[in-house]
Structure formats: structure tokens, C-alpha cells
């Protein structure tokens, strides 16, 4: 994951900075580490901050966003999403994405839960025999996907007996991410974000709770402690991105599924997208905002 980024000047210190605040070795798990060390949520929360990180002080460092360019994060992105628009300094969101994932690790392991993706079918219909199953739509993403959350058993029984016209598949997570399962981690960051003092927004920043801009860091810090029992609402936050006239996106690393939703869910308003892999993709992030600034958002 980071190596293409530890070319980049700067690159490395920073990673050592934020591998102090978080108690990893981001170089080591980004450059060395296997698959299933990096599987592990207490381990791929903080490292898809700091990739996410990185990359942004690149990005800004080529390209003049404009002041009002619009932030958005999916699920921990919003803790990446917090960084960019400076209510958490970067260290901080990285400490804190690893707090989290450290104690949301802790609460999969209380009990056998899972999650399951959910293509096609209505959205209400699918929330519905979700819920007859004992299942939380645990992200909304739009685009004709639906994220299933619960017990492993219940996730089990829709995959083998899928809604009349869905396609259901389960994931490989640790457990219930953005259900009751994950209470304790919750009690945990909010115990933990206590000693935090966010910022203001500095750019318009919207939230996956409904997709609106939140105006002041210590609401949406209570709405990232919130956001790990509660569903992501992607699809909202599109709709918001849409309704602020956004008509072209930045996606940061590890960049493409978001860019994928946005493309099904937005076609024809949104019409330009940069997914940010590699360092090699910034100057298409750059050739973007040059070509239309004010359509850079």
C-alpha cells in the first residue's frame, strides 16, 4: 500500500509521526506485512487513514482546491474526511482510526457476527427483509447496494436464500461493523475523543449519518464516536454532494469503489473522476481542477 508513497519526499516522516501516535508500525504493515496481518480491522483502519493522508498532502500540494470544494468519507474515511477539512490534525485522525478499529476488533470478537452486500432489489424492500431477518442495513451505498450486519447465523440464511431478485455476498470483515454489536467500541472513543479539541470545519464537510454539512467539529466528532453503532449513509452523502452542485470528484487511496458508486448513482451529474491509486494519478487530480477549478469538488 505505501510504497509507491514513501518515494514522495516527506512521505516517511510523517508515517513515523503518526506511528508513534498510534503504537504501529505503519511503514512495516504498509511496505511488509501479509494479508491477513493487515485483514485485521484493529490494523486496516489507521493504515487506510494514513494512505488516504498521504496522499491529501500531495494532492494539496499540486493542486489548488478551491475553498469551497466539498469533503466526504465513507465509514472510516469520514476520519480521513475530518483531517482534510481540519477538525482532527492528521496525527489525531490517525490515532484515533486506530483506537478504533483496535476496540472495534475487540467487540467482533465477543460474539460470531458477519456482514453480507445485497445487490439489487428495491431499497425499501431490501431494508425490510433485512429487518425480518434480525439484520441492520449497515451501509446504504446507493448505486443498487446494500450492506448487511448481524449475526453470523442470520447473515448465513440470506446467502443461502437470497430476496427474489438480489444477488447477496457475503464479506470477509471481522464482524457487525455500524450495529449495537459494536456499543462497547463506542463507549470506548467516546472515553478516548474526551481529550480531543476539534476544529471547525475549514470546507464544507458532510456526514454519512443523512448526507448533510456539518457545521461545527464538535458535532461531527460526536458524529464519528456515534457513526460505528449507526448505519453509513452513502447514498445520502452523494445526494448531498449532488445537491451542492458537485459535478466532479477526487477519490483518495485506496481509491475505486467510491468512484464506482458515484459514477452508477450521480451518472450525468457527475461527470469527471479522478480515483487516486498511485502518486502517478495526482497529476490527473491536477489536470482536473485546471481544466474546470470551479468543477473541482
Wanted: aromatic share 4%; proline share 5%; with cysteine.
Amino acid at each position: 500500500m505505501f510504497a509507491p508513497w514513501l518515494e514522495v519526499d516527506g512521505a516517511r516522516a510523517r508515517l513515523d509521526e503518526w506511528s508513534q501516535r498510534s503504537g504501529l508500525d505503519l511503514v512495516h504493515l504498509g511496505t511488509e506485512a501479509g494479508a491477513e496481518e493487515i485483514q485485521d480491522t484493529a490494523v486496516a483502519q489507521p493504515l487506510i487513514v494514513a494512505l488516504s493522508l498521504l496522499a491529501f498532502d500531495q494532492l494539496s500540494t499540486q493542486v489548488d482546491l478551491p475553498a469551497d470544494a466539498p469533503v466526504a468519507g465513507h465509514s472510516v474515511g469520514e476520519l480521513a474526511a475530518a483531517a482534510v477539512a481540519g477538525v482532527l490534525s492528521p496525527a489525531e485522525a490517525v490515532a484515533l482510526a486506530a483506537v478504533r478499529g483496535a476496540e472495534m476488533a475487540k467487540a467482533c470478537a465477543a460474539e460470531p457476527t458477519s456482514m453480507a452486500a445485497v445487490m439489487l432489489g428495491d431499497p425499501q424492500e431490501v431494508v425490510a427483509w433485512l429487518e425480518s431477518h434480525g439484520l441492520i442495513a449497515a451501509n446504504q451505498n446507493g448505486a443498487g447496494q446494500i450492506v448487511a450486519s448481524g449475526s453470523a447465523a442470520a447473515i448465513e440464511r440470506i446467502v443461502a436464500e437470497p430476496m427474489e431478485g438480489t444477488k447477496v455476498r457475503a464479506l470477509k470483515v471481522a464482524g457487525a461493523f455500524h450495529t449495537s454489536y459494536m456499543a462497547p467500541a463506542e463507549e470506548a472513543l467516546r472515553a478516548h475523543v474526551a481529550d480531543i479539541s476539534p476544529g471547525d470545519p475549514t470546507r464544507p464537510l458532510l456526514s454519512n449519518s443523512d448526507g448533510t454539512v456539518v457545521d461545527t467539529g464538535a458535532e461531527y466528532l460526536e458524529r464519528l464516536v456515534a457513526q460505528v453503532t449507526r448505519p453509513v449513509r452513502w447514498d445520502l452523502t452523494m445526494r448531498g454532494l449532488a445537491s451542492m452542485g458537485v459535478t466532479a470528484t477526487v477519490e483518495l487511496p485506496p481509491a475505486g469503489t467510491l468512484t464506482g458508486l458515484v459514477k452508477r448513482e450521480l451518472k450525468g451529474t457527475v461527470t469527471a473522476t479522478v480515483a487516486v491509486k498511485t502518486p502517478e494519478n495526482l497529476g490527473a487530480a491536477a489536470e482536473l481542477t485546471d481544466n474546470d477549478q470551479e468543477n473541482a469538488r
